[in-house]
């Protein structure tokens, strides 16, 4: 699996559900990685996408606790079991990790690759990834050229992780 996000200097993800800034670059980078596979991400953050629908080209895999929840055009699953099971057909190389906060928590351990948009400021931030410098298990294996828009300094970047990860039972 990869997980795929936008952070912040200090490992910001978002604030009061959702995203720290939107940069069109950025946006376009995650639509067309994920284009043809499968996103994974909880309830919440599906309600911060355009009119809370699933995204359109992917197979959407929704987590969320309610089991009484429901929403066309993806796969709603309750548990990580579940999700497992839902995820067995596909490599891993297929499936990307797009948040938010405690879905990133729980799926990290799974994920090989994280793709990263580093943006260099400091926001007012409630939901926060781990910190991929510091981690002993992750290194930054390319880090793209700064670019700028809106006044915000950002840069793509790659971590893959240097220790086994969580074997996705099949």
Not at 15 to 27: A, F, K, N
Not at 30 to 52: C, D, N, Q, S, Y
Request: proline share 5%; net charge negative; with cysteine.
């Amino acid at each position: 699996m990869k997980a795929i996000l936008s952070a912040d200097r200090k490992w910001g993800l978002g604030y009061q559900g959702r995203l720290l800034v939107s940069i069109p670059s950025d946006l376009r980078f995650f639509r067309e990685t994920t284009m043809g596979h499968v996103v994974v991400m909880g309830r919440k953050t599906l309600a911060t996408l355009p009119a809370g629908q699933p995204l359109k080209g992917r197979t959407n895999i929704i987590l969320s606790r309610d089991p009484e929840w429901t929403v066309r055009g993806a796969t709603v699953v309750h548990s990580i079991k579940e999700l497992m099971e839902v995820l067995k057909p596909y490599e891993d190389d297929d499936i990307y990790v797009a948040g938010g906060g405690e879905i990133y928590r729980q799926l990290l351990p799974y994920c090989d690759t994280a793709y990263v948009t580093r943006i260099d400021m400091t926001y007012q931030a409630d939901t926060f990834f781990e910190d991929l410098d510091e981690s002993p298990d992750w290194e930054m294996v390319e880090e793209g050229d700064e670019q700028t828009c809106f006044d915000i300094e950002f840069y793509f970047t790659e971590y893959r992780r240097k220790n086994e990860k969580a074997e996705r039972p099949r």
